[in-house]
């Protein structure tokens, strides 16, 4: 039993999806897209009854990261995997930088994912589960206009290491790089994405399913790998 974070859209949900047909029940997680949420959960469970559910939190609530913890071992019992998917995006210029942007940022990259790990890691021993989490190719080579996302990206990499020798052996620790996978929503980030493009050396956008299927590698078929994080960037992160 999986649960990920932020998987009521875009790349969350194709995470879902490709963990559900390899077999997993999943736990669609959301903030607000209850819509987007219920609408995969039935995709799901017209599949196979009874194999996704939701469950509603605001990661940014230090509380409702116990609850939701609690809940996803309450749903089936059990949690064998974490999919630490949700995450903010959006520019902060310097000299523009508010401690608002600092906290949504730091809050949803990089201090959920830590203390939803901390608050499921007994639960994750006790099936000798894994974690994946979703860095960024930007940890290691920083987006210009983008430092405290940039940052946030760079703590989880280290946070993702770090777990990985604090739950280990029982628990691995893994995460996944994306680079240029998915258009933004925000039309303010066009012109950043087209150049990420550019600078990959396939020289095309990638699918939200080539991180999927990552993520999948690395809870089910990678019982030897922790504390590594593997870039799907299309060989941008092998560029200057």
């Known amino acids: 039993m999986v649960l990920v974070t932020g998987a ?16 997993l029940r999943v736990l669609i997680h959301y903030r607000g897209s209850h819509l987007d949420a219920d609408a995969l959960a039935g995709e799901l469970n ?18 409702a990261i116990e609850r939701l913890a609690r809940d996803a071992v309450d749903a089936w019992g ?3 995997f974490l999919v630490n998917n949700a995450s903010t995006f959006y520019p902060t210029a310097v000299g523009a930088i508010t401690p608002q942007a600092w906290d949504d940022l730091m ?18 021993r006790h099936q000798r589960g894994a974690v994946v989490n979703i860095v960024d190719i930007h940890a ?6 983008y430092p405290v996302y940039s940052a946030a990206k760079a703590g989880l990499w280290a946070l993702t290491q770090a777990y990985a020798r604090e739950l280990g052996p029982d628990v691995r620790v893994n995460g996944v790089a994306p680079g240029a996978i998915l258009a933004p929503e925000d039309a303010t980030n066009a012109g950043t994405h087209e150049a ?17 299927r990552t993520v999948r590698f690395l809870l089910l078929d990678a019982p030897y790998i922790t504390g590594q994080i593997i870039p799907v960037d299309g060989g941008r992160s092998a560029s200057q």
């Open 107 to 124: 809050g949803s990259n990089l201090r959920a994912p830590t203390f939803l790990i901390q608050a499921c890691h007994q639960a994750l």
């Open 46 to 63: 017209g599949d196979r009854p009874d194999s996704a559910r939701t469950l509603q939190a605001d990661l940014l609530d230090l509380d």
């Open 196 to 212: 990420m493009i550019e600078r990959t050396a396939l020289k095309r956008e990638g699918s939200p399913e080539d991180i999927a």
């Open 8 to 23: 009521a859209r875009r790349v969350g949900a194709t995470i879902a999806r490709v963990l559900h047909a390899a077999g």
């Open 140 to 145: 290691l080579r920083p987006l210009k206009g």
């Open 78 to 80: 059990r949690l064998d």
